[in-house]
Each structure stands twice: as C-alpha cells, then as structure tokens.
C-alpha cells in the first residue's frame, strides 16, 4: 500500500527580516488564497530500483533535496507549496505511482508546475499518469524530454526504474496518442542493442553524452526547440545519474561520462522558459552515496534555476 504523509518540515538559515533575506525556507506553504507557483512532491521509493538490481536508497532522496534547496536565496514572488510524500509501503510500487499520480493531477489542476522529487525513476510513470489525467492535457500532445544516461525502456514483465517510459509508451498508444520521447545524454556502453533497436522502432529521439559538451551548447538547445515546437506540453524529467560521477555521486548507476552540469543547467533554463512545461521531476538521488551533499546541492540548484525562470515567466506574463 502507499499513503501521502503530512507536509514535511522546512528549516533553514536566516539572515534578517524582510523580503531582501528571503530563502526557500521562508516562503514554502507561506502564500495562500489561490496563488499558484511551484508545487513540491516527494515520491519517496526506491523499490523500482531494488527490481532493477540497483543501488537501495534513493528513498531517502526528497528529504535530501528538500534540505539542500532551504537555504537557497528565494527569487522575488516565488511561491512554493509542498504537497508532502507519497511512501511506497510493502513494495506496492504500482499503488504508489497512482498515489503521485493524483498528486501531481491535483497539482497541475489548481494550477501549479509540479516538481516532483525521486525516488527511483519509477517515480516518472506516476508522474506521467497525473499529467495525462489532467484537465491541463485534455487532448494535448504531451511530450516528455528525459535528461538520462538510459532510455528506461525496458520490456521487463515487472515494472522498474528502467521500465518507465516503456510503460508510457504503451499507455499513449492504448489512449490513441503518439508517443513523444525525446532523451538527452545517453550513454552507449549503458544500455543494450535491445534498448536502441526499442528506441528506434517507437521513433525516440536522443543525443549521445558525447555530444552534449559545452562546445556543441547551440546543437543541444535546437534539439530541445525541435522537439518543444513537435509537441503541446513538455513533461521534463532528470535522472541525475546523466551528470557526470564527480558532479553527482549520489545516484543509483554513476555515470562513467555523463553530460556537463552547465550544459543540463541551460536544457532547464530554455524548458521553464516556455509556457508547454507542465511538469518536473528529479529522480536517482542516493543520499547514502553522496559526498558532502554534492548530489543533494546539485539537484536543488537545478530546481532553483526552473523555479526561478518559471516565476520570471509568470510576472512577465502577469
């Protein structure tokens, strides 16, 4: 079984009084009366991860980030709800990925961008479930861009952290849709014959780590508004193993190359941009990995730079 918990706890340093000292901590569940902004899940599993025959730990993940992203200097007119935990509980995985998936749908109904917080990358089929239920996506093409070192395409009977967008595949074609997928940062020796002859029959599109340097910036972001324009709704998903293993060693399977934090900084920057993004999450911190934190920093740094583009979209829009 799953349950949703009470809203966790925020702490975190205070430098004054006023609006000027202002960080994460201060702002979270602090505005009501309809504002919409940032809305926090956690997904608290790793059991997609154990099928998988992963590193355990990334149950312990959203606390991790929540703690990192605390302190950090909140943007003018952020606002920020936290919708709490869903716990997978008894290794019922597919109860809690519907358990998220009406908390991101409850989410994205009242007008929020969910930001969900992994959790194994199982946690994407239960984001993809509350974005597809939706009254925001009625009818939408969505598209799902997956910042990853795999394609999590896996065929596997049981579902896993590496069966997720397999998964969303199927569910699209049985609703009528096509299946838009796009990945950033795949990494070769990662994944199998099997895993690129599935990507190419359901029409993936990908870029190799290699070609995700610094020096090819502009090739990463045409790939990116190519897909973007393809599409109504861009459902941006960030497995941190993508980042190389010295930038974030706290995930399930380190990457032995992986894509320059700048370069994904930048994909996140460009995506809350646009008015399509309808979705986050940031899935395969290991706390029990990490060092000094570094994963944990890493992954509030890239919810902090969406957060603010996407508070800067809203007052321009306003």
Partial sequence: MSNTTHRPLWFGRHDGPGDQHRR????????????????????????????????IGAVDGPASIRSAL??????????VHDFGDTDVENANLEAGQQQLGSAVREALDEGHLPVVL????????????????????????????????????????VPSSGTPFRQ???????????????VIGISQPGNTEALFLTARELGVSYLFDEECSESRLQQVQKFVQ??????????????????????????????SCGVPLSCVLEVCRQLARTAKLAAV????????????????????????????????????QS
């Fill in 168 to 182: 969303v595949a199927r569910a699209e074609t049985e609703l009528g849709h096509d299946f838009n997928y796009a």
């Fill in 24 to 55: 994460w901590h201060h702002v979270v569940n602090t505005v009501h009366d309809g504002n919409t902004g940032i809305a926090i899940l956690g997904f608290r599993s790793d059991e997609g991860v154990r099928r998988n025959q992963g590193r």
């Fill in 281 to 316: 999450d940031v899935v395969e911190l290991n706390p029990l990995f990490d060092i000094d934190a570094r994963t944990a920093r890493v992954a509030a740094r890239l919810i902090h730079t969406i957060a603010t583009e996407r508070t800067r979209l809203r007052h321009a």
């Fill in 118 to 157: 992994g959790g194994g990358h199982e946690t994407a089929f239960g984001t993809y479930t509350g974005l597809r239920a939706s009254t925001v996506t009625d009818g939408q093409r969505i598209g799902i861009i997956n910042l990853d070192a795999h394609f999590d395409l896996r065929t596997d009977p």
């Fill in 70 to 79: 605390a302190s950090m200097a909140a943007p003018a007119g952020l606002v």
């Fill in 226 to 255: 190519d897909f973007t324009d393809s599409v109504d709704i861009v459902y941006l998903t960030i497995d941190l193993d993508v980042l190389p293993a010295y930038v974030a060693p706290g995930v399930s399977a380190p990457a």
